[in-house]
């Protein structure tokens, strides 16, 4: 199968997104985005920023991320950075671990500043259900931990997260092609995979190594 270097599972944006709450719908704001570009399943550009969301963030959510009011009380507004990152990602898909928590943030601030974006987002989390059924839970860190991904043991920040979770989505990549000889999966493919049950996974992926990735 032909595919374009667009459409490969290896040329993604990975995004992570720290935020005051849980839901855009409730008046949550991001506070933070990182992201890493990677072209081929080579790492060739980063993003990270703070964000101010124009109110204070809680102590809890201070405690959880790191990030005080103070360091936020001179970022930049969201919509100048979104405004940034939407010429960062560009058209690309996109990839983020438990994908629909970043994927309303994102919609949310990117409709504020009018922007549509072209891509379309993989969730890494549902994912590695299906292709790491053995693993004690699918948390980021408690996978990198599983597959022995080098981490420096920072979580909870944008960029940190972003890191590990494309490490995570290339190891994904690279035990596809170890286990069932899918040498250049579709970004298709791997959204298909998260549709999957888990049980019809594995007879799925074989019949795909048969060179129809």
């Keep these: 199968m032909n595919i374009s270097t667009s459409s490969l599972a290896n ?8 935020t005051t709450g849980l839901s855009p719908n409730q008046g949550d704001r991001a506070i933070e985005i990182g992201a890493v570009k990677l072209e081929n399943g080579q790492v060739v550009d980063q993003f990270q920023q703070l964000m101010n969301p124009g109110r204070r963030v809680s102590s809890f959510i201070e405690g959880y991320t790191g990030i ?8 930049p507004s969201c919509e100048e950075v979104m405004t940034d990152f939407a010429s960062f990602i560009g058209d690309a898909n996109l990839v983020a671990h438990n994908a629909s928590f970043d994927q309303r943030f994102l919609d949310a601030e990117f409709d504020r500043i009018s922007h549509r974006y072209d891509g379309e987002f993989a969730c890494s989390l549902l994912i590695a259900r299906r292709l790491y059924q053995d693993a004690p839970n699918h948390k980021l860190g408690s996978l990198v931990t599983y597959k022995n991904i080098e981490t420096d043991g920072v979580f909870h920040r944008a960029l940190a997260d972003s890191e590990m979770t494309a490490k995570l989505w290339l190891q994904m990549l690279e035990d596809m092609k170890t286990d069932f000889d899918i040498q250049s999966p579709s970004f298709k493919l791997m959204q298909q995979i998260s549709k999957k049950t888990k049980a019809a996974v594995p007879t799925f992926l074989y019949r795909t190594g048969k060179g129809r990735a």
């Design 11 to 18: 040329t993604v944006v990975v995004l992570d997104f720290e």
């Design 68 to 75: 005080t009011n103070t360091m936020l009380s001179d970022a």
